[in-house]
């Protein structure tokens, strides 16, 4: 019953430093996306996929990548971290990108501090 | 105009109260609509979808306006553990791509 699973939970990196935030779910979801949270500014879509082989841009990709090699895998890579990335990073799955009566799973948050 | 839009809050009501939260949402072709919960340093997590024709899940009553683009959720005889963030939902299409636009949420605080 893991659903979304998403690590570390916390990490501090330097500026400059490079990091992969891994996220697998087991529910066979075709739909995936990484959000950020920042105060105030409600969760925005960095990058997601619509199925293995497909990623695409969300409304801040900048200094992001991401692949999806297999349905389960989605990971999140912070190519040259910058205090801007400093926030909560949620990776979130569900059967579709929309549609009504679609739930949401998300993980449980890693939390990240770029010093 | 932010595309969704809620009141921050907080909400400080007594136990047993009743509270109702309004989102409105910027684009008319918005096609689904959702309240999700979250608690704090927790992940959001669905309370519940948002239809047409407006819907009852227990204590928690949601409705859709279409014409004057705002969703409501309405908590009644509230309770402590009601207390946490909730977070306006809007799915529809932007060009050719889907997208989810998440509201900042709206902050309730229960007391005794």
């Known amino acids: 019953n893991a659903g979304v699973t998403q690590t570390p939970k916390f990490q501090v990196l330097k500026t400059g430093q490079s990091m992969t935030l891994q996220c697998a779910q087991d529910?066979?979801?075709?739909?995936m996306s990484w959000y950020r949270q920042d105060p105030g500014m409600g969760l925005r879509l960095i990058h997601y996929s619509v199925g293995a082989g497909i990623t695409d841009q969300g409304e801040v990709p900048n200094g992001y990548n991401v692949s999806r090699s297999t349905t389960e895998d989605f990971p999140l890579r912070l190519l040259s971290a910058a205090p801007s990335q400093t926030s909560v990073y949620f990776c979130?799955?569900?059967?579709?990108?929309?549609?009504?009566?679609?739930?949401?799973?998300f993980g449980e948050g890693s939390w990240l501090t770029v010093v | 105009r932010k595309e969704v839009e809620q009141d921050p809050g907080p909400f400080n009501v007594p136990e047993g109260a009743t509270v109702a939260f309004n989102c409105t949402y910027s684009n008319s072709a918005s096609q689904s609509f959702f309240w999700y919960r979250q608690d704090c340093r927790k992940e959001p997590k669905l309370l519940m979808s948002v239809y047409s024709s407006g819907n009852e899940d227990g204590r928690f009553t949601a409705q859709l306006n279409r014409a004057s683009q705002y969703i409501s959720l309405l908590i009644r005889d509230s309770k402590l553990s009601d207390s946490a963030t909730y977070l306006c939902v809007v799915g529809g299409l932007t060009g050719t791509a889907s997208k989810l636009t998440f509201g900042t949420g709206t902050r309730l605080q229960v007391t005794l």
């Open positions: 529910m066979n979801h075709e739909y």
């Open positions: 979130a799955s569900s059967y579709s990108s929309t549609g009504e009566g679609n739930t949401i799973y």
